[in-house]
């Protein structure tokens, strides 16, 4: 018996082993990391208009948590890149960068990149010297190996009879010659099959380009997916609550999360959001394996919807109102979270659905409170330096019964200040939010009140009374160079149990985050925090262990982790989350939670 349940420690070794293996084999490494480099910009609405076809980009889809990818300040309010409609000049062809426009050359040898032995030598020279037809790059390079498209084959093929007819015209000595015009003749009667069959490829091509034009699935919707494989358990721990040691069992889940983004005048989006899962919790307050939310992992399923349910997680619309702010307007999702309010600030562990391991390496409890549901959130550019961002969340908008509804039911209403250095460098947030909770009512993640991590008692209320929490948060962030960064935070949040008491929650965290980590787009990530803890309690209120008791003892949050990015849509993410003193009790001992997550986006 000892040897079996000793072996099964290496399952999960063996498998994430194995996987890597995999992919290292199937899929070489060629992205770079998907890291945000900026919060802030100025909007414009005459540059929202994306291309034909497309709906326009407000968030990068990068994720996040699983549920919904957070997306840095910048993103939110940055404009999609307008496409000039001006024409093509004869003279000149629009390059790959579309910062750097071509010049007109009057000498083959003004072209560095073009030698005498080369094979088109003669003709280019024919091309310049004498029909001037050929523009260069900015850098004095004609870069002859790169694919030409259509656009520019027209431009040069304009210059060049422009200038034959320019010369007949004119009726000078540089009428074109003879033998150069029964040349081209030649080359038009030799390459005569290559050209139709080249015709009725085009044609070919057309047809069913139209065909899927009328086929497709909207001419304003695009899809983002996304789906998750994770294996995962617990090796070491007890469950609080019992004291006794809690199940080591390792198991396989999934999350599938699909974005429908809609446009329908350039400026706006609608997203619609459709989730399921079954990855289940290892703890929950005074529930679960553990008995306890500290080291909840990122990647749960909500306990109140079946295992692998397709749900509806968000709905929003967004739309701009002038050129420096953007409104949503949800049914269902989290202000906060839309806004991207904490990914400005900690955007190594929350830039990415395949980025910190558990739920409080990601974010300050400040932007936990509450939960997803419906309202309406603000973000408004002072300058490329200072942000504002509004949020109003009521938990149980749509419900009609008592002590629910839009205004009053619970809700959480949150205000951040971001500031941010010019080069991007270095941010710092400050953040308040007042939340309210009703006795008896639940969102979609079960709770009623806090911050669904940390200590149980920071979690509890008081049986049949309303709670009230005042919330506080700083964060920063700093990019000490390209392959080193750091952030922290550090909140306050006094809870008032209506009519009973009072109490005080604390935590705080420091991440260390290593981009680029042994081969560029990986993500090295070292997290130590203390997750929200209840540091004093009125003598006269109860929340479970007894009259005025808090928690005497601070637990501390450990955490690794290393997302290997296999390729542009595939990241393998394994981690560690290992928990001291766990409920903020030091009679319990250490919990260490390993985790493996591969993440597939298309």
């Given at each position: 018996m000892s040897i079996v349940r000793w072996n099964s420690r290496f399952t999960f070794w063996l498998l994430f082993f194995l996987d890597i293996s995999i992919i290292l084999v199937m899929n070489p490494a060629k992205s770079q990391a998907n890291i945000p480099e900026s919060t802030s910009s100025t909007v414009s609405n005459t540059t929202l208009v994306p291309a034909s076809g497309q709906s326009p980009v407000f968030f990068a889809d990068r994720n996040n948590s699983m549920g919904e990818q957070v997306t840095p300040l910048s993103q939110l309010l940055s404009p999609v890149p307008k496409t000039s409609a001006s024409p093509v000049s004869s003279y000149q062809v629009r390059s790959l960068d579309d910062n750097a426009a071509m010049g007109q050359v009057n000498s083959v040898s003004q072209l560095s990149d073009i030698k005498p032995t080369d094979w088109a030598f003669q003709a280019l020279q024919s091309l310049v010297e004498r029909y001037g037809a050929i523009a260069g790059y900015p850098n004095q390079t004609f870069q002859g190996n790169r694919a030409m498209t259509r656009y520019e084959f027209a431009a040069g093929l304009n210059a060049a009879l422009a200038r034959i007819n320019e010369l007949v015209s004119a009726g000078t000595s540089d009428l074109p010659r003879k033998e150069d015009l029964e040349r081209l003749q030649k080359l038009q009667n030799q390459f005569a099959p290559e050209l139709a069959q080249l015709r009725g490829k085009v044609d070919s091509l057309e047809t069913r380009t139209a065909v899927l034009q009328a086929q497709q699935f909207s001419t304003t919707t695009t899809l983002v997916g996304q789906a998750a494989i994770v294996i995962g358990g617990l090796v070491a721990g007890n469950n609080v609550l019992t004291k006794k040691p809690a199940p080591h069992n390792f198991t396989l889940g999934d999350y599938v999360n699909l974005k429908l983004n809609t446009s329908f005048n350039g400026t706006d989006q609608l997203r619609i959001v459709l989730t399921a899962d079954n990855i289940a919790s290892l703890g929950r307050t005074r529930s679960g394996i553990l008995g306890t939310n500290d080291g909840k992992t990122s990647d749960n399923a909500s306990p109140l919807f079946p295992n692998n349910e397709v749900i509806a997680s968000g709905v929003r619309y967004r739309y701009l109102l002038g050129s420096n702010t953007a409104i949503n307007v949800f049914a269902q999702s989290d202000g906060a979270f839309e806004l991207g309010l904490s990914g400005s600030i900690s955007p190594y562990f929350e830039g990415s659905a395949a980025n910190g391991i558990s739920r409080y390496s990601r974010r300050n409890m400040v932007y936990n409170y509450g939960d997803t549901g419906a309202g309406v959130a603000i973000l408004h550019n002072f300058s490329n330096q200072f942000q504002l961002g509004l949020q109003y969340t009521s938990i149980n908008g749509n419900n009609p019964t008592e002590n629910n509804g839009l205004f009053q039911g619970r809700y959480v209403a949150l205000g951040q200040l971001l500031y941010s250095s010019p080069n991007k460098n270095f941010r710092l947030a400050l953040t308040y939010a007042n939340t309210y909770s009703p006795p008896?009512?639940?969102?979609?993640?079960?709770?009623?009140?806090?911050?669904?991590?940390?200590?149980?008692?920071?979690?509890?209320?008081?049986?049949?009374r309303a709670t009230l929490g005042n919330l506080y948060g700083a964060a920063a962030f700093y990019r000490i160079n390209p392959s080193l960064a750091v952030n922290g935070w550090v909140g306050y949040s006094a809870h008032r149990y209506l009519g009973s008491g009072d109490a005080d929650v604390w935590?705080?965290?420091?991440?260390?985050?290593?981009?680029?980590?042994?081969?560029?787009?990986?993500?090295?990530?070292?997290?130590?925090?203390?997750?929200?803890?209840?540091?004093?309690?009125?003598?006269?209120?109860?929340?479970?262990?007894?009259?005025?008791?808090?928690?005497?003892?601070?637990?501390?949050?450990?955490?690794?982790?290393?997302?290997?990015?296999?390729?542009?849509?595939?990241?393998?993410?394994?981690?560690?989350?290992?928990?001291?003193?766990?409920?903020?009790?030091?009679?319990?001992?250490?919990?260490?939670?390993?985790w493996l997550r591969t993440t597939f986006r298309f």
């Amino acid at each position: 018996m000892s040897i079996v349940r000793w072996n099964s420690r290496f399952t999960f070794w063996l498998l994430f082993f194995l996987d890597i293996s995999i992919i290292l084999v199937m899929n070489p490494a060629k992205s770079q990391a998907n890291i945000p480099e900026s919060t802030s910009s100025t909007v414009s609405n005459t540059t929202l208009v994306p291309a034909s076809g497309q709906s326009p980009v407000f968030f990068a889809d990068r994720n996040n948590s699983m549920g919904e990818q957070v997306t840095p300040l910048s993103q939110l309010l940055s404009p999609v890149p307008k496409t000039s409609a001006s024409p093509v000049s004869s003279y000149q062809v629009r390059s790959l960068d579309d910062n750097a426009a071509m010049g007109q050359v009057n000498s083959v040898s003004q072209l560095s990149d073009i030698k005498p032995t080369d094979w088109a030598f003669q003709a280019l020279q024919s091309l310049v010297e004498r029909y001037g037809a050929i523009a260069g790059y900015p850098n004095q390079t004609f870069q002859g190996n790169r694919a030409m498209t259509r656009y520019e084959f027209a431009a040069g093929l304009n210059a060049a009879l422009a200038r034959i007819n320019e010369l007949v015209s004119a009726g000078t000595s540089d009428l074109p010659r003879k033998e150069d015009l029964e040349r081209l003749q030649k080359l038009q009667n030799q390459f005569a099959p290559e050209l139709a069959q080249l015709r009725g490829k085009v044609d070919s091509l057309e047809t069913r380009t139209a065909v899927l034009q009328a086929q497709q699935f909207s001419t304003t919707t695009t899809l983002v997916g996304q789906a998750a494989i994770v294996i995962g358990g617990l090796v070491a721990g007890n469950n609080v609550l019992t004291k006794k040691p809690a199940p080591h069992n390792f198991t396989l889940g999934d999350y599938v999360n699909l974005k429908l983004n809609t446009s329908f005048n350039g400026t706006d989006q609608l997203r619609i959001v459709l989730t399921a899962d079954n990855i289940a919790s290892l703890g929950r307050t005074r529930s679960g394996i553990l008995g306890t939310n500290d080291g909840k992992t990122s990647d749960n399923a909500s306990p109140l919807f079946p295992n692998n349910e397709v749900i509806a997680s968000g709905v929003r619309y967004r739309y701009l109102l002038g050129s420096n702010t953007a409104i949503n307007v949800f049914a269902q999702s989290d202000g906060a979270f839309e806004l991207g309010l904490s990914g400005s600030i900690s955007p190594y562990f929350e830039g990415s659905a395949a980025n910190g391991i558990s739920r409080y390496s990601r974010r300050n409890m400040v932007y936990n409170y509450g939960d997803t549901g419906a309202g309406v959130a603000i973000l408004h550019n002072f300058s490329n330096q200072f942000q504002l961002g509004l949020q109003y969340t009521s938990i149980n908008g749509n419900n009609p019964t008592e002590n629910n509804g839009l205004f009053q039911g619970r809700y959480v209403a949150l205000g951040q200040l971001l500031y941010s250095s010019p080069n991007k460098n270095f941010r710092l947030a400050l953040t308040y939010a007042n939340t309210y909770s009703p006795p008896n009512t639940t969102g979609l993640s079960g709770t009623n009140f806090g911050p669904a991590i940390g200590s149980n008692l920071a979690n509890s209320t008081v049986a049949g009374r309303a709670t009230l929490g005042n919330l506080y948060g700083a964060a920063a962030f700093y990019r000490i160079n390209p392959s080193l960064a750091v952030n922290g935070w550090v909140g306050y949040s006094a809870h008032r149990y209506l009519g009973s008491g009072d109490a005080d929650v604390w935590d705080w965290g420091v991440g260390l985050s290593f981009p680029d980590l042994f081969q560029k787009g990986s993500l090295g990530g070292i997290f130590v925090g203390m997750e929200p803890k209840l540091t004093s309690l009125s003598p006269n209120v109860n929340l479970g262990a007894g009259n005025g008791v808090a928690d005497k003892d601070t637990s501390l949050h450990i955490e690794g982790f290393y997302q290997y990015q296999a390729n542009d849509n595939i990241a393998i993410t394994p981690g560690v989350i290992w928990i001291t003193a766990p409920d903020s009790d030091a009679s319990n001992p250490d919990s260490i939670v390993v985790w493996l997550r591969t993440t597939f986006r298309f």
